[in-house]
């Protein structure tokens, strides 16, 4: 199962920072803006792909960590920053950092690829590694998105419909995963289609769907 998307992300991760994302493009302020990365932190970005986001943990003074099941991903990524402390990981598998060990962690539209009987354990992991006043923030296509005339000018090298394994978890899924993982939620952010995506739609459709939630991004603590 994991190979498949394993071997989608490796056959992407030449053209991935070329190719036009809606969905990273239209989450990348809100992300930012709820991981607020600062000097001295240590940050995992969970499924870092080409290393989007550890860059700019990065350059605000973080020490970051990145893991990502691709290796070709990691390889792009390390090309552009070589300090920051990238490994090949699974996350359906257990993460191989010490307890307590981040301030932060973030995973960008990546959870639509663990199984849903898989992110109780996830969730769990993540509440481990990180520190008992630390902050978990992850993106996800939203549940709620109507794609009904949503459509892109162009298309991208990999369509992960067709070539990944992509699960799509429920509301429910993400609560009940939260309160075994004994998180609670900080914050919820819903973002809507607008102007960061307008170029990458046919003009018919940027009408249509504008102000439609496209994406979600929750922000989580460690319950008291």
Known sequence: ?????????????????????????????????????????????????????????FRNGATVYGIDISKKMIDVAKSKNNKIHYKISDMNEKLKYSSKFFDKINCAQAIKHIPTYNIKKLFKEYSRIIKDDGIIVFSVTHPD???????????????????????????????????YAGLTIADIIQVPIGNEIKSMLTNRSYRIVKGRYEVIVFKLKKAA
């Open 145 to 179: 998105m109507d794609w009904t005339d949503f459509e892109t000018k162009t298309k991208v090298t990999v369509n992960l419909t067709q070539e990944s394994n992509i699960f799509h978890h429920k509301f429910k899924d993400y609560f009940d995963a939260f309160k």
């Open 1 to 57: 199962m994991k190979s498949k998307t394993k071997n989608a992300y490796d056959r992407w991760a030449e053209n991935y920072d070329k190719d036009k994302n809606p969905h990273t493009t239209v989450e990348h302020k809100y992300v930012l803006k709820a991981i607020d990365a600062k000097q001295h932190e240590i940050i995992l970005d969970a499924a870092c792909g080409t290393g989007k986001y550890a860059v700019e943990f």
